[in-house]
T-cell receptor, first 112, second 113 residues
Framework: QKEVEQNSGPLSVPEGAIASLNCTYSDRGSQSFFWYRQYSGKSPELIMFIYSNGDKEDGRFTAQLNKASQYVSLLIRDSQPSDSATYLCAVFIYSSASKIIFGSGTRLSIRP | DAGITQSPRYKITETGRQVTLMCHQTWSHSYMFWYRQDLGHGLRLIYYSAAADITDKGEVPDGYVVSRSKTENFPLTLESATRSQTSVYFC????????????FGPGTRLTVL
């Protein structure tokens, strides 16, 4: 079992709708959780981080964390074509010598 | 400019040659990382460094060597390049704190013929 799992997609969402991206992790010692966006041919860029159970909102983005169920999700409201990218979930596990473990990413496509 | 830079951005080499990829950050972050990214595998950690002169293996270290004599530099060397090392390589540094954020360099696209 991978430490961080994501559906590879592609996930196709109509413009203006809500895109929902999910991620599960295996290590209960995980402390912080991140969502990175990566455009084709570019490096990953951080868009959200969360470390407490519940929701965290930043503009059109909402990160949701449920430590009991070991999942973290990212909601993108009012999806725009510019949101089309691969979204990487990442988990900071203190027990793993302070490494951040990345999922393989979900490819999101916003159709006009 | 502050940030993290990588050089070269593109490199073509031949099997058996030694190649060094450079990474430089201006934030004085203690932690630095090297990842490779391949289709179907996502980001895989090659090596990381917690501070100058402290390095450790990641998930896929075979065939790679790192050093870190200065906080700001973290070069990655492929001692004898193989075709399987054709990949995109990302360097990252980490800002420690409540968010523990990693920042990535622009990447180096390496092709081994």
């Amino acid at each position: 079992q991978k430490e961080v799992e994501q559906n590879s997609g592609p996930l196709s969402v109509p413009e203006g709708a809500i895109a929902s991206l999910n991620c599960t992790y295996s290590d209960r010692g995980s402390q912080s959780f991140f969502w990175y966006r990566q455009y084709s041919g570019k490096s990953p860029e951080l868009i959200m981080f969360i470390y407490s159970n519940g929701d965290k909102e930043d503009g059109r983005f909402t990160a949701q964390l449920n430590k009991a169920s070991q999942y973290v999700s990212l909601l993108i409201r009012d999806s725009q074509p510019s949101d089309s990218a691969t979204y990487l979930c990442a988990v900071f596990i203190y027990s793993s010598a302070s490494k951040i473990i990345f999922g393989s990413g979900t490819r999101l496509s916003i159709r006009p | 400019d502050a940030g993290i830079t990588q050089s070269p951005r593109y490199k073509i080499t031949e099997t058996g040659r030694q190649v060094t990829l450079m990474c430089h950050q201006t934030w004085s972050h203690s932690y630095m990382f090297w990842y490779r990214q391949d289709l179907g595998h996502g980001l895989r950690l090659i090596y990381y460094s917690a501070a100058a002169d402290i390095t450790d293996k990641g998930e896929v270290p075979d065939g790679y060597v790192v050093s870190r004599s200065k906080t700001e530099n973290f070069p990655l060397t492929l001692e004898s390049a193989t075709r399987s090392q054709t990949s995109v390589y990302f360097c990252a540094s980490r800002r420690q704190g409540i968010s523990d954020t990693q920042y990535f360099g622009p990447g180096t696209r390496l092709t081994v013929l």
